[in-house]
C-alpha cells in the first residue's frame, strides 16, 4: 500500500507563487510515476504535471512554464513549484502516485489565487 500526504496549500495573490509538496510512504517502486492533480468546483479531475523516478515530465498545457514538477527519489518526495499563478489555477490540488494501471491519491491541498 501507499500513503501520500501533502502540504503547501494556500490563498495567494494573482502572479504569486506557491510550493506543493507530497511525501509517500509505503512500498514505492522504481516505475512508479508520480504527479499532480487538480479539480476545480464542478469541473473534472485534471492532469497538471507527472514526473517519472528517471525525471520525464509531463506537463498539461495550461501550466506549462509556469508549473515546474520535481522529485526526490531518495525522500519518495514530489514537489510542485507554482509561478505566475491566475486565478483560473483556483483549485484542489492532489498528488497522485501510478503503477501500472493503480492510483493512489493524497487528501488533496486547497490552493486559492485571488485577482
Known amino acids: 500500500q501507499v500513503q501520500l500526504v501533502e502540504s503547501g496549500g494556500g490563498l495567494v495573490q494573482s502572479g504569486g507563487s506557491l510550493r506543493l509538496s507530497c511525501v509517500a510512504s509505503?512500498?514505492?517502486?522504481?516505475?512508479?510515476?508520480m504527479g499532480w492533480y487538480r479539480q476545480a468546483p464542478g469541473k473534472q479531475r485534471e492532469l497538471v504535471a507527472t514526473?517519472?523516478?528517471?525525471?520525464?515530465?509531463n506537463y498539461a498545457d495550461s501550466v506549462k512554464g509556469r508549473f515546474t514538477i520535481s522529485r526526490d527519489n531518495a525522500k519518495n518526495m514530489v514537489s510542485l513549484q507554482m509561478n505566475s499563478l491566475k486565478p483560473e489555477d483556483t483549485a484542489v490540488y492532489y498528488c497522485n502516485l501510478k503503477r501500472i494501471g493503480n492510483y493512489w491519491w493524497g487528501q488533496g491541498t486547497q490552493v486559492t489565487v485571488s485577482s
Open positions: 509505503g512500498s514505492i517502486f522504481r516505475i512508479d510515476v
Open positions: 514526473i517519472t523516478i528517471g525525471g520525464s515530465t
